[in-house]
C-alpha cells in the first residue's frame, strides 16, 4: 500500500480534470484513473510511512502556508512500459521551497520513498490516464485531449495524506488547510 502526501485540487479545477477524465472513459475506455478518487496532485509518495508523525509535521507545515497559485498549461506523456498522460505543472518558487520543506521533514519518517518525487527529480503533473494505456489506445486518449486547448490556474490551499492499493480505490487520511483558507467552506 502506498501512502502519499497530496494537494487536492478546488473545486473548479477538479471539475475540469474530471471532464477530462470522462471524456478519456466516452472515448477510449480508460478507467484506472477512477481508482484515484479526486484530482490531484502529489508531493510526496513511499511505500510506508509514520502517520501520526506526518499529520504533526503537516499540521506544521499548514499553520503557515500560504495559498500558492499554480499554473498548469498544455498535455504530457511519462513514457514506458505504462505510459501516463498528465497535465504539466509550471513550478514557481514558492511551491518548490514547499516541496523541499516537505520533502525534508517527511522522508526521514518513510521507507521506500518515491525518488521521482524528491526536489531534483520532481515533475509536478496533474494525472490524466495511467495504468490502461496501451499501444492500441495511446493515440485514442492523445486524439481525445490534444485539441483541446488545456490552461488552469489553481489554488491549492491544502495538503492531505492517502493511502492507494493498486486495483482498489484510494482514501484520504486527513487534510490540512493552509492558514490563510482556515474556517473557509
Not at 484515484?36 to 499540521?59: G, N, Q, R, S, Y
Request: with cysteine; net charge negative.
Amino acid at each position: 500500500m502506498i501512502k502519499a502526501i497530496i494537494t487536492e485540487l478546488n473545486a473548479e479545477a477538479a471539475a475540469e480534470v474530471g471532464e477530462m477524465w470522462q471524456k478519456l472513459y466516452e472515448a477510449c475506455g480508460l478507467k484506472a484513473i477512477y481508482t484515484i478518487p479526486v484530482p490531484h496532485f502529489t508531493w510526496f509518495a513511499a511505500d510506508e510511512l509514520d502517520v501520526a508523525e506526518a499529520k504533526t509535521i503537516l499540521t506544521r507545515i499548514a499553520t503557515h502556508q500560504r495559498l500558492l497559485t499554480i499554473h498548469t498549461f498544455g498535455l504530457g506523456i511519462f513514457a514506458g512500459n505504462l505510459p501516463v498522460i498528465y497535465l504539466p505543472m509550471v513550478k514557481s518558487l514558492p511551491m518548490y521551497t514547499l516541496h523541499k520543506e516537505i520533502w525534508e521533514e517527511i522522508q526521514p519518517h518513510s521507507k521506500n520513498p518515491r525518488l521521482y518525487y524528491s526536489p531534483k527529480l520532481w515533475l509536478p503533473h496533474i494525472t490524466l490516464a495511467l495504468k490502461d494505456l496501451t499501444h492500441e489506445n495511446l493515440s485514442c486518449a492523445v486524439d481525445a485531449l490534444a485539441f483541446d486547448p488545456v490552461e488552469m490556474y489553481i489554488v491549492a490551499d491544502n495538503l492531505a495524506i492517502v493511502e492507494h492499493e493498486d486495483e482498489k480505490v484510494g482514501k484520504t487520511l486527513e487534510t490540512f488547510l493552509f492558514n490563510d483558507n482556515r474556517g473557509r467552506q
